[in-house]
DNA sequence: TATAAAATTGTAATGATTACAAAATTATGT
DNA sequence: ACATAATTTTGTAATCATTACAATTTTATA
């Protein structure tokens, strides 16, 4: 994955700040939230400011290479896979995973009313790795 | 429907607070913020607090006769209808709509690493109505 | 190199939610 | 009915994530 360019493509110059952040996301598929971005960011750039993460995560979300996770009300967290998939949270440990999902299968009655541009999927429940252990 | 009554079968005490802010949700379907649902209410019940509302939707949710609907990063909504069904969004008047959908047409793969308690479905778009009024 | 534009940073402001303790209401036992 | 305990409601203060904004730093342009 070539970072630069794949911001420069996307009408982002490619600043270090913004490169290091990127990358961290693709990176670290856990959909991390803007603290822990920051957090773990901070000791590679020492100048790094937490609003320089939000800036930047807003430029990424603006310019379509990054999106919003709110699977929990309280926690906004960030992905930069874009290919339509589903999240499931585990209530037990608190990972978010990806879950592949076909989108042709689902079928909403009376949506002929409506022009659908964005769908989210939100599963919580426990994961096996967390159903073994308890058991 | 019979508010004190089912506020009583799902083991919370019916004072007037809590029959009328469940009246209210139960009425509004709108998917009501507590700003809402305060704002609409303290005419009624002129002492109310916005701490008693959060304090009731906090206790209705837990008991299980109201869900939250977080289908935007910044506002919590909510909903007393307790049956299985999607949101939609539309993002030109903000009106959130309730969507019928058939969850065992859901097929997720790789499923099986993963026991779903909960499933949260949020469509954005445009509703008929705002397609045709900017036409 | 000088100047302008853009990006980053730190601090202050905002706004939603929660914590907490006092006041009010309701239930219980005599 | 009265006293006391338990519950509920309320108002205020604290917390926490996010945004606004202006100063500083970095990068681009002539
Ligand atoms: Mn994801
Ligand atoms: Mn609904
Ligand atoms: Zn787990
Ligand atoms: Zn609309």
Do not use: W
């Not at 709110?70 to 209530?91: G, L, P, Q, S």
């Not at 995973?97 to 042709?104: A, G, L, Q, T, V």
Request: hydrophobic share 35%.
């Amino acid at each position: 994955m070539d970072f630069v360019n794949h911001l420069s493509t996307n009408n982002i110059k490619p600043s270090l700040q913004r490169i290091k952040i990127f990358e961290y996301l693709y990176d670290n598929r856990e959909h991390p939230t803007v603290d822990t971005i920051y957090s773990d960011l901070v000791s590679d750039i020492p100048t790094l400011s937490k609003t320089t993460v939000y800036n930047t995560l807003k430029l990424f979300i603006d310019n379509g290479i990054t999106s919003t996770v709110t699977i929990e009300d309280n926690e906004v967290r960030y992905d930069a896979i874009m290919e339509e998939h589903a999240h499931f949270k585990c209530d037990a440990c608190g990972n978010v995973y990806d879950i592949e999902i076909d989108m042709s299968d689902l079928k909403f009655k009376k949506m002929n009313a409506f022009k659908v541009e964005k769908t989210n999927i939100y599963l919580k429940g426990k994961c096996n790795k967390c159903l073994i252990t308890k058991n």
